[in-house]
């Protein structure tokens, strides 16, 4: 059976921030425990399918024919049911109810500005895969808050991170402290990898698709790493088992 992947969730544990994989199926959805140590033999490959859409903060809908696309993870008629797209355009009228925050996180050797709910915090870092992170401004109305972020992005930040940028880990936030001190921001900057389970990522390889075997070690927002191969895990692309005789599903 074809699954495509939705995305790596996150949430709070007695050990820590734990992970698990959630994928689109024809039917519905599925979620896959990350757990450290789990083995895995999976293929993730060039293809997508849409992953569904959200029609309440929350929720999530499967697409009705889990179509093939082309590129991202959604088809034109998911992307337009989807209660955030227009958030994401920043179309007045799909303004969302409640209290967002701009922050800054630093990923390796870059730092990023973002925009996510008050209580999301720090939540919105790990699932970024973040190694420090500064709340630097709270309870602005959605639309607020964007313009707070595009304002912070015009002034030299970037709002997105590649995920090959996103290794090796940095045991320092000097580079958040910079770019904090040059906008003569405060805050209290979190150490945010060591709110989560697992490891620092480590792995001599990375690549977007092919094989992934052997126990897990680490995860890092999105990417999953069995100690050798770091893996990023794609919104919209194709999971199987693999086709070569012998390796199991996972």
Excluded: H
Aim: aromatic fraction near 6%.
């Amino acid at each position: 059976m074809l699954r495509s992947i939705v995305k790596v969730s996150w949430k709070k544990g007695d050990s820590g921030y734990e992970a698990d994989l959630l994928v689109a199926e024809p039917n519905g959805f599925e979620r896959i425990s990350l757990v450290p140590g789990r083995s895995f033999s999976l293929e993730i490959v060039n293809e997508r399918r849409c992953t569904g859409y959200a029609p309440e903060p929350g929720e999530r809908a499967v697409c009705p024919e889990f179509r093939k696309i082309k590129s991202g993870s959604q088809c034109s008629e998911c992307r337009g049911k989807d209660i955030y797209s227009g958030y994401v355009r920043g179309d007045k009228d799909t303004d969302l109810d409640g209290s967002f925050s701009v922050y800054m996180a630093q990923i390796s050797e870059m730092v990023k500005v973002g925009v996510t709910r008050d209580g999301k915090i720090p939540e919105r870092w790990v699932e970024q895969g973040a190694d420090f992170g500064v709340r630097v401004r709270r309870g602005l109305e959605s639309d607020e808050a964007l313009k707070a972020e595009s304002s912070i992005s015009s002034d030299g930040l970037t709002e997105r991170i590649r995920k090959e940028a996103k290794l090796p880990t940095k045991d320092e936030p000097d580079l958040l402290k910079k770019e904090m001190k040059q906008r003569d921001f405060g805050g209290e900057v979190q150490d945010v990898q060591g709110l989560t389970r697992y490891t620092n990522m480590s792995a001599s390889g990375f690549q977007r698709s092919g094989l992934f075997e052997g126990g897990l070690e680490s995860v890092r927002g999105q990417i999953i790493s069995n100690g050798r191969l770091a893996m990023p895990l794609t919104s919209g692309k194709v999971i199987k088992k693999p086709e070569q005789k012998g390796l199991n599903s996972f």
